[in-house]
């Protein structure tokens, strides 16, 4: 059983920057890949960043290559997302997300194994 909790969103303008986190709790979290995926009102929900467990490989969404990075501190169990020149459309709720291995969290063809709550994320004009 894996529990996540995400923390940092809030409000910023066009061109700003905001990192948001994802603890951990419970056991091996080193063992699973992390992603962040993030939902905008009257949207599906869609994969944002992933990044394998012990951080060899990471996988960007078109919209966000270039402006955000995914990392993860396996000693604090937690996984990062640090998101820059953020603009209006990136505004959602975004989750944090667990699963076996990249693979399936990028394919999540049988679902992710964990999500968080979701924190909110406002990017204005």
């Known amino acids: 059983q894996l529990r996540l909790v995400e923390s940092g969103g809030g409000l910023v303008q066009a061109g700003g920057s905001l990192r948001v986190s994802c603890a951990a709790s419970?056991?091996?979290?080193?063992?699973?890949?992390m992603g962040w995926f993030r939902q905008a009102p009257g949207k599906e929900r869609e994969l944002v960043a992933g990044?394998?467990?012990?951080?060899?490989?990471?996988y960007y969404g078109d919209p966000v290559k270039g402006r955000f990075t995914i990392s993860r501190d396996n000693a604090k169990n937690t996984v990062y997302l640090q998101m820059n020149s953020l603009k209006p459309e990136d505004t959602a709720v975004y989750y944090c997300?667990?699963?076996?291995?990249?693979?399936?969290?990028?394919?999540?063809?049988?679902?992710?194994?964990?999500w968080g709550q979701g924190t909110q994320v406002t990017v204005s004009s």
């Open positions: 419970g056991r091996a979290f080193s063992s699973y890949a």
């Open positions: 990044i394998s467990n012990i951080s060899i490989r990471t």
């Open positions: 997300a667990a699963n076996r291995d990249l693979q399936a969290l990028v394919t999540g063809q049988r679902g992710q194994l964990y």
